[in-house]
């Protein structure tokens, strides 16, 4: 049997790809960026994570913050159980991953998520609301890094669930190329939506 390696062999602590590298800079606010306070609403009225149309969605509603930031909140409902009574995991995951989505406005590009790691610090009751907050932490070349939180109770309640990223800038055709085709021909018959998606329209 070929020996352990020595716990001297690997780094205390990997780098994740989700942390910014030394050559990472904070990135301006956009010019176009929503003032601060402005409701970001739903890019999509469909989507799980923020999507009034959406009978179980999150329904999550963020708030620009004055620099690089961003605000929301989600109330867990019982179609959102893992355990009884309790938050499923993956669903906190999708609400930190729509929060940091929405710093895609205060950058105005389009990005996906690359990667998202999430700790889970304590159990989330059904009926809690968690106040999330999202900011961005770096960017370099198309990766932009960011990193959450979700505290119960209160904006300043203890943390919950705390999440780091690393989004990747992508064109809009990432969106009409790779969706299903009856779901891209409704949002295309969408004047209103094309036109919110059209002031993303930039060369990542
Ligand atoms: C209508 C309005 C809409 C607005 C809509 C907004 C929606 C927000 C919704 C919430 C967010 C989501 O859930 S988004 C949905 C979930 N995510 C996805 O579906 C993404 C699926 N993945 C992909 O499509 C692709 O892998 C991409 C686009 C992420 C990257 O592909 P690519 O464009 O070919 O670029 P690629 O060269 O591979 O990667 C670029 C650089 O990033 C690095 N990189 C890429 N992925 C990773 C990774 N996981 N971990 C580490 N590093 C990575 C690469 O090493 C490279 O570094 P270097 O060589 O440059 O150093």
Known sequence: MPAAPSESAAPAHPASPAT?????????????????????????????????????????????????????????????QGGPGLAHGGLLTTAMDETLGTLNWLLHVPAVTGRLETDFLSPVPVGSTLHLRAWITGAHGRKIYSAAEARIGGPAGPVAVRARALFIQVKLEHFTKHGRPEDIEKVLDDPDLMQRARTFEVNP
Request: a negative charge; glycine letters at 12%.
């Open 20 to 80: 910014p590298p030394p050559e990472a800079v904070l990135p301006p606010r956009a010019p176009e960026a929503p003032a601060p306070g402005t409701r970001l609403g739903s890019h999509y009225e469909h989507c799980f994570g923020c999507g009034p149309q959406h009978p179980a969605g999150l329904r999550i509603d963020a708030v620009a913050g004055t620099g690089l930031d961003v605000t929301a909140e989600f109330t867990v409902r019982p179609e959102h």
